[in-house]
């Protein structure tokens, strides 16, 4: 599975911002998808994850009620909407895909995209 992320730029304070994530292959809704964040000196850590077939979903608590996960089995995408960011959501947006179907740890996934810069200015 290939992973490729778009969507990140800089926003102020209190926007907006959704990213993308398109997967390759024939088997993107066999894999639990992730969202996870690495910003500057500090280590990757996970933001959202959603079931394969869409209907769960889990958010870190740091995100919790301003970022939503979704997927699009049809379109091989996964989504991140992000609102109401903060400076502190400034980093690398990773996307990352989970065969065994479920997982908070970057151990738990087997696939990873290259990364979209989100910086949030204050």
């Known amino acids: 599975v290939q992973l490729v992320e778009s969507g990140g730029g800089l926003v102020q304070a209190g926007g907006s911002l959704r990213l993308s994530c398109a997967a390759s292959?024939?088997?993107?809704?066999?894999?639990?998808m992730g969202w996870f964040r690495q910003a500057p000196g500090k280590e990757r850590e996970f933001v959202a994850v959603?079931?394969?077939?869409?209907?769960?979903?889990d958010y870190a608590d740091s995100v919790k009620g301003r970022f939503t996960i979704s997927r699009d089995n049809a379109e091989n995408t996964v989504y991140l909407q992000m609102n109401s960011l903060k400076p502190e959501d400034t980093a690398v947006y990773y996307c990352?895909?989970?065969?065994?179907?479920?997982?908070?740890?970057?151990?738990?996934?087997?696939?990873w995209g290259q990364g979209t810069q989100v910086t949030v200015s204050s």
């Open positions: 292959g024939r088997t993107f809704s066999t894999y639990a």
């Open positions: 959603i079931s394969r077939r869409g209907i769960t979903a």
């Open positions: 990352a895909a989970n065969g065994a179907g479920w997982g908070r740890e970057t151990s738990d996934y087997d696939y």
